[in-house]
Nanobody, 124 residues
Framework: QVQLVESGGGLVQAGGSLRLSCAAA????????MGWFRQAPGKERDFVAA????????YYSDSVKGRFTISRDNAKNTVYLQMNGLKPEDTAVYYC?????????????????WGQGTQVTVSS
């Protein structure tokens, strides 16, 4: 079992930055790939970014590539999402998730554990 708790969301103006954190409690955090997903009001939950268990490979959706950076600190059992150049369309609830497969995935169906989400609102 892995418990995930996101933090760092909030209200920011367009062009601003936020850093989301996801702290994991439980065993073997370093053996899990980690991902970030988001869900805007009235829309389905979408993939944002993922990182392999070692941190060596990262995946991004086209909509955030070049603006967002996913990273992890296995010593602190934490994964981060640095978000720069925020746009109003980035407004959503952001969720982190853990995948027992080390390789990571853009498919949310492969993830085993989910956090409760943190709200990010970008004003224009």
């Amino acid at each position: 079992q892995v418990q995930l708790v996101e933090s760092g969301g909030g209200l920011v103006q367009a062009g601003g930055s936020l850093r989301l954190s996801c702290a994991a409690a439980g065993r073997s955090f370093s053996s899990y790939a980690m991902g970030w997903f988001r869900q805007a009001p009235g829309k389905e939950r979408d993939f944002v970014a993922a990182v392999t268990s070692s941190g060596g490979i990262r995946y991004y959706s086209d909509s955030v590539k070049g603006r967002f950076t996913i990273s992890r600190d296995n010593a602190k059992n934490t994964v981060y999402l640095q978000m720069n150049g925020l746009k109003p369309e980035d407004t959503a609830v952001y969720y982190c998730a853990a995948d027992r497969r080390r390789s990571g995935s853009t498919n949310q169906e492969t993830y085993d554990y989910w956090g409760q989400g943190t709200q990010v609102t970008v004003s224009s």
